[in-house]
């Protein structure tokens, strides 16, 4: 046994003082490991490119811009806060998530604000100074900033959450880079810009850039200066929680024009827009922002502060992998093909046709460059050779489309309604745009029984917004009385849930969620969100035609729409009711630039004709027909034969039956009525002069009438229809048992199931295995003296099989004495097919055996 002594002090240090030390080295330990697993990120410092940089580390303003004869930040208002905790190695950072009054989610908030401007004012003396610069030379630009949030953009309180505006109220509207409440980054170019498109993307809610509360974020929107090509505009999404080699690219865009010199208010964190009472600084940011930069190219991927400055790329035109294929040749491919409704999944190869099942079909095809070519403005024209000679112009953008389908829901015609670009009243997102009306004209064909009205988002490289509102459809002289129910999209559960449908409409596309209800004024619109460029939305809605009212009528359609719509490189040709037949679809396309190249592309289409179109099928259907009427004919010919079979196999068995019967009656019957007499003849004789033998004539009398009694009872039993079947059967055998054994000195016993199964067997059947057993038993009776028997009957489904074994006498098989009956046994049982076994050894008894087969229906013909 070892014994311990209680625990000393370490030198000095009491027990709770040593604890404490413990816990105060686990908590230092603890915050190491997480401020290692921080990445640490230096601050930009200023090169050839940069144009503003704000450090944002003061306490209040003016807040440095790092840029010799760079414009400081002067203005913080609203609650905004510095010298909050930035990413580690940034120093301190803004805090926007205050206001200074106002209704949350309406224009009266007055949100945290940063501004060039030392004051907010409405018109232009909260202007950026004269000659502020914010793109390069030829229009290049990126703004940047890292952000954290507090809550996420859903929950936010503001219209949307602004990160880089420059936004006034006059003459001064440029541009927004901010976050939209529905989970979206967008940059949207504003009406005096000089410039249409944009850029939106969703945020990623999964993966390594998910976004989050708790982690920073750095944000970018970089334009190349190419107007007019889709692509150049680039918005990047990257989560700081780790170290990062690239920034994370989450959608494109493109500008059709450089963006105005024109300076309005310049802010961070918010739009510097009050130009209206009750509208004050409605987008605050939720949250902490740092870092901002402004350059005057697009900064590559590599070229943000979170890369370690010895990887940073330099080629800021365009990026490398693209760089290197701007020399490609041009080309056209196919990025998709969908025949009524459903998208082909496999594009045959060159020169093999596309092959449709026979019928009128719907057809679209979507047409992109091919992979070795940077996207620039293409000219498109399409043919569907052999249906529509004429070329048609491709569409781009969004769309509103009206389709006339006939009763049984097949297209007859369509008008198509495009958007691109930004609407009249576009402001900066579907919250503050004003609807423009849009009328046109649609012919309803005579046959049209519904019309089908759709919104789609479009090609799935095309992105942007668009809200469709007063939904009219009404003949020219009765506008009063509308068409189409619902065009105001207020019928319907809870319609103002962005993920609800109004009554009669339905979402479809690669993903429904981009068609959205959006809420204005109280008033629910149709809407398009579209921030992803590798899928598309849709709302769809079918209502029935009045043919009375719409038939070969021209009908008149309006509605309220703004949108903003960025076009990618991909574009659309639709063709409608396209017979079978065989065709060829050509696409032409030129880029429309300073150095334009050609590329074609074609696709050979097979729609396979209906059987009765093609050239065999009535030759075929001719002798088919012929060959269906001899056939019936030898069909009634061999019906009429198979019935006349019958009425003869009929005939047949009943001369079987009359000829059997007779030959009873004069086999036995007769035999017995013979003896009857001849011994009511010798009893006559002998009654006076020899009465004893007299007597025994009488007894002999009375046998011979008891038997031909029973031989009676037999040959009525055997053709009494009632008793064709297998029980009846097993019956009578036990019952011929009981009376020829009865008085007797044989002991016998049954083995005979007490049911078999009810199958009909015919009286030749019958009579002949009754007969047979009859036979057995009486030589029993006749040659076997005293003995014990048992008679066992069973039935396999197939085989009837009766055995009677006797321990009397028996007899030597091979020479059996006369009278034992054994070729009538063999006889009787091959009338009906059977078979007959008789075993014997003298003084050990004899064994029986009858195997019958039972027909299934004895009285049946086959039908063939």
Known sequence: ???????????????????????????????????????????????????????????????????????????????????????????????????????????????????????????SEDNAPEGFRFQGEKGAFTFEAMLKFDELPSQARSIALAIITMDGEQSDRIFSFRVEREGFLSFTPLPNSGAEG??????????????????????????????GVPGSLQLYWTRLDAPRESANRIGL?????????????????????????????????????????????ARHPTDFCFVSPGK?????????????????????????????????QAIPPAGTPLSLSPGLHRMEFEIGAGSNFVGRPVQLRCQLGGFDEHWQESVLGMSLTFEFLDAASKPLSQAQFNMTGSSPGWGTGLGDSNTTIRRGALYSPEDARFLRVTLSSGAQDTSGSLCLDNLDIHLPESPEKPLWANGRFEIGSDVLSPMRAPTGWSRGGEEPAIALVSNKDGSAMLSLIDGDQSMGGKWTATQALDPAKTAGRTLIVTWREA?????????????????????????IGMTNDSRPETAALTLPILVRPHAW???????????CLSSLVAVALIRQRNRRNRQRLRELAFQAALE?????????????????????????????????????????????MKSVSRSLVIAMDELVWAIDPSHDNLDELASRLTQNADEIFQDSEIRYRYDVPDSLPPLPVGSDFRHNVSMAVREALNNVLKHAGPCDLTMTVSFDGKLLEISILDTGRGFTATAAPGGHGLGNFESRLADIGGTCEVRSTPGEGTLVRFLCPVPKNPKALPDD
């Open 1 to 123: 046994m070892h014994s311990h002594a209680p625990t000393q002090a370490v030198r000095g240090w009491r027990p709770r003082q040593l604890s404490r030390w413990v816990a105060w080295v686990c908590l230092l330990a603890l915050t190491g490991a997480l401020l290692a697993a921080e990445p640490k990120v230096e601050p930009y410092e200023v090169d050839s490119n940069t144009i503003h940089l704000w450090h944002l580390d003061e306490q209040g303003p003016p807040f440095k811009d790092a840029v010799n004869d760079g414009s400081d930040l002067r203005g913080m208002h609203n609650g905004a806060a510095a010298g909050e905790p930035g990413l580690l190695g940034l120093g301190r950072s803004i805090s926007f998530h205050h206001d200074a009054g106002g209704t949350p989610g309406e224009p009266s908030l007055a949100g945290a604000i940063v501004t060039v401007a030392p004051v907010l004012a409405n018109g």
């Open 198 to 227: 944009g850029a939106i993307a969703s945020i990623p809610v999964r993966g390594p850039h998910a976004i989050n509360t708790k982690d920073w974020f750095h944000v970018a929107v970089c334009y190349d200066g190419r107007p």
């Open 253 to 297: 865009g493109m500008l059709s024009h450089k963006l105005a010199t024109t300076t309005g208010d310049f802010a961070i964190g918010n739009e510097a827009r009050n130009h209206l009472p009750g509208n004050a600084e409605a987008e605050p940011f939720p949250g902490l922002i740092d870092e901002v930069r402004v350059s005057s190219v």
């Open 312 to 344: 940073r790329g330099s080629d800021y035109a365009i990026p490398p992998k693209e760089a290197n294929a701007r020399g490609g040749t041009f080309q056209l491919g196919f990025t998709g093909v969908t025949v009524d409704g459903e998208a082909i």
């Open 563 to 587: 949108y903003n719509v960025i076009t990618g490189n991909l574009q659309r040709a639709t063709f409608l009711n396209v017979p079978p037949g065989e065709y060829v679809f050509r696409a």
């Open 613 to 623: 179109q093609r050239g065999w099928f009535w030759p075929a259907v001719t002798t």
């Open 656 to 700: 079987r039956d009359r000829t059997r019967i007779a030959r009873d009656v004069h086999d036995d019957l007769g035999t017995r009525i013979t003896v009857l007499n001849l011994a009511a003849t010798l009893a006559g004789r002998a009654m006076e002069r020899e009465p004893d033998k007299a007597r025994k004539q009488l007894e002999k």
